[in-house]
DNA sequence: CTTTTCGAAATGGTATACCAGAATCATGCC
DNA sequence: GGCATGATTCTGGTATACCATTTCGAAAAG
């Protein structure tokens, strides 16, 4: 979420990351058509690797597929963003266990670093960018349990709730009770307490369906 | 796992679905390359569809990708595979909770009546037939938990291991625990409730996890 | 004025031609 | 004889042309 107008993508990944900054950061609304020749167009790249790449970001779920009509940016409900939230949440508890187990000294050192960098631009830094340091957290966290599989579903329903999340967290920053979260994590995981890091990891998470909810019913799109 | 040599396949998901079965089977076997050229050739389709077959599976995990190189049937180590039934595990354990506390009457007693069929056609039904109903119960119970996103990721992981659990399920088949399991998973399910669902559901995946073991532990491919 | 119908434009799906990088093997040098 | 090196072939990546279906507006019937 930095570069501002990169010259032509030239793979597909790297043009499903433009179109997936565009959905994320509201320039492409959900429920508004994906048009292959017109953004095949747009980001001067023909339509093979703009198709191909409208196809991870279906993958992703940010974007839904009809058959022989134009795709969709993902408009999800309330009840399956809950849904897609619900299982995060099992992910991310699983992930928190597996990080105590097997977590080396470096990676704890990693994260106890970028929880304090966190605690530090809270204040003035652009929000932005704490909370894709947040979500890099967590990621990393993930990431310390050691199991691939794990790692990369996480990194597949953080996508997809990055917008709900993201539109979420900038309504009310809760900023003192998830940076005493953040600080709970950090010192469970350099503790190897399983259960106290499934008990500041539910408080999280509590938090987000809490601000999903409040997201959806004042009317979020 | 029925259709013998269909038509021309002509959209992708059919094409993936081809594919599919003939890595599953072992006819594509792990760590062989699919060229776009050869099989599109030998399907009689052309190599842009199969292009998106070959994602479609790479999204699944069954084949792996590589820039700028042919793709290669996925060949998961000891470690890769029981790193997804961990996550298996969990994402079934979810659903087996999520749905004692949301499967309808109806749901339960298709579940039921299903798990009565595989026992009654253990004995002398198909191995493969048998195999699959064990697949379709487990989904089953997932989706009666009422959550999209659970019963599509959970699906996922169910097909990235189908190969995997049907080598190891026909070395030994485990047989009275296995409907054993299935007896007290239906009558957690019709009880709703959700301990004895986990245990049984837990004695069920150790199993698994046995077998996964003692797969690779005997060379398995 | 509303409704229906027909046709032109638009759009996704597929096939194919072309391009760039990689693998492979023959050849020549050490 | 072994190894570096070069050209040929192969393979995935991209662009483009063609096709089938859908969509939507205009025109005509009610």
């Given at each position: 979420?930095?570069?501002?107008?990169?010259?032509?993508?030239?793979?597909?990944?790297?043009?499903?990351?433009?179109?997936?900054r565009?959905?994320?950061?509201?320039?492409?609304?959900?429920?508004?058509?994906v048009k292959e020749r017109d953004h095949a167009e747009r980001l001067g790249v023909s339509r093979t690797p703009l198709r191909e790449a409208v196809r991870i970001l279906a993958k992703e779920g940010l974007v839904t597929l009809r058959p022989l009509r134009s795709p969709l940016v993902a408009d999800p409900t309330?009840?399956?963003?809950?849904d897609e939230v619900a299982v995060l949440r099992q992910l991310e508890l699983f992930g928190?266990?597996?990080?105590?187990r097997n977590a080396t000294a470096e990676e704890i050192a990693v994260i106890a670093r970028l929880s304090e960098?966190?605690?530090?631009?809270?204040?003035?830094?652009?929000?932005?960018?704490?909370?894709d340091l947040d979500m890099q957290m967590h990621r990393l966290i993930v990431a310390a349990g050691h199991n691939a599989a794990l790692a990369r579903t996480h990194?597949?329903?953080?996508?997809r709730l990055w917008r709900i999340r993201f539109m979420s967290a900038?309504?009310?920053?809760?900023?003192?009770?998830?940076?005493?979260?953040?600080?709970?994590?950090?010192?469970?995981?350099?503790?190897?307490d399983t259960g106290a890091m499934r008990r500041h990891m539910e408080s999280h998470l509590d938090a987000l369906v809490r601000n999903v909810e409040r997201h959806f019913a004042e009317g979020g799109a």
């Open positions: 979420m930095s570069d501002p107008a990169p010259g032509p993508a030239t793979f597909p990944a790297a043009i499903a990351a433009r179109l997936r565009e959905i994320l950061t509201g320039a492409l609304p959900p429920g508004s058509p309330r009840d399956e963003a809950l928190g266990e597996l990080a105590c960098t966190v605690e530090r631009d809270h204040a003035g830094g652009d929000p932005v960018e704490v909370f990194g597949e329903y953080l996508a900038r309504q009310r920053t809760d900023a003192d009770r998830v940076l005493a979260d953040h600080r709970g994590m950090v010192a469970a995981l350099a503790a190897r």
